[in-house]
């Protein structure tokens, strides 16, 4: 059995990408423990809960019940009911701060994604957290990191080199035709909010892309080749590049997932199942 850690976002982590992992995990019997900025218990995005909001008609008290994109867009059945038991477990309700982790008391962290500005700027920009990533990755132990989780790692700074841990590695992460198209979106489908689904936007001067997640990760790589997407002639490409299909327990072929030694990276709640599933295969191997 291993102690694994997911640090989370305290608000607007995605649910899918924290649940699923969460059970795919403590099925195999490992001890899944949580970490917050400030040690209160998370509260995951409720907009990719429930698809209310996520319609044009969200912002309509009365009719914001009635989802129809919301439910393409929200995180599916499975996740909710994996959400719904994650919320009971207690370790879930007493996380540890980011500033009290310790490289000793884990063997392996999950680094989970979302999106909303407001609570994934505190978990993205946790210097605390980044630091014990960095140490995570010095000791050689196992981590995953899915979506805007690939930011933490990104950002997480080797001692050692004085660059990011992700330099010289191969990783994939939330890609910007991804990134791109929620935004366009949100945009229509959510207008009093147009930038929901935009963690950074860019500014006046910017370069367009420039502060979306791939373009990021990928500044901070030794060769923009070692950013991987799915190849152009990959079985079933288009399941793993329309949006629609995601993973399941028992079927991993819209999933995209890359592992690089003990560091595993996906791209989004798709990917979810697959990617909990690698890392587990990494735990068991190093454990």
């Known amino acids: 059995m291993a102690r694994v850690l997911i640090a989370m976002a305290q608000q607007d982590a995605d649910p899918s990408e924290v649940a699923i992992p969460w059970k795919v995990l403590t ?43 919301g439910r393409i867009l929200a ?8 959400y719904a038991a994650l919320a009971r477990d207690p370790a879930f309700a007493a996380p540890r701060r980011f500033d009290a982790l310790s490289v000793d008391d884990c063997d392996a962290l999950v680094l989970p994604g979302g999106h ?10 946790n210097r ?17 990191a899915i979506c805007h989780g690939v930011l933490v790692a990104a950002r997480a700074v080797s001692p050692a080199t004085g660059r990011s841990v992700l330099y010289g590695r191969q990783t994939t992460s939330l890609t910007w035709a991804q990134e791109g198209l929620a935004w366009t979106l949100g945009r229509v489908l959510r207008f009093w909010d147009g930038d929901y689904y ?16 791939e373009a990021e990760v990928t500044a901070r790589l030794a060769s923009p080749r070692d950013y991987r997407d799915v190849p152009a002639d990959a079985p079933d490409r288009r399941r793993k590049t329309d949006g629609l299909h995601r993973d399941t327990a028992t079927d991993a072929r819209p999933a995209f997932v890359v592992r690089d030694g003990r560091y595993v990276s996906a791209r989004w709640p798709g990917d979810a199942y697959t990617f909990a599933k690698t890392l587990a295969e990494v735990i068991a191997e190093a454990v």
């Open 27 to 69: 099925a195999l019997g490992h001890a899944v423990s949580f970490a917050t900025p400030d040690g209160a218990r998370a509260d995951a995005d409720e907009l990719m809960l429930t698809g209310e909001g996520l319609d044009p008609w969200g912002f309509v008290p009365g009719l914001k019940k009635l989802t129809a994109a």
């Open 75 to 82: 995180a599916n059945a499975d996740a909710r009911a994996a």
């Open 116 to 125: 909303r500005a407001r609570g994934m700027r505190p978990y993205l920009e």
């Open 128 to 144: 605390a957290l980044q630091g014990f990533v960095a140490a995570m990755f010095a000791a050689d132990k196992p981590v995953g």
């Open 198 to 213: 935009r963690t950074y936007v860019e500014g006046p001067g910017d370069a367009p892309r420039s502060k979306g997640v």
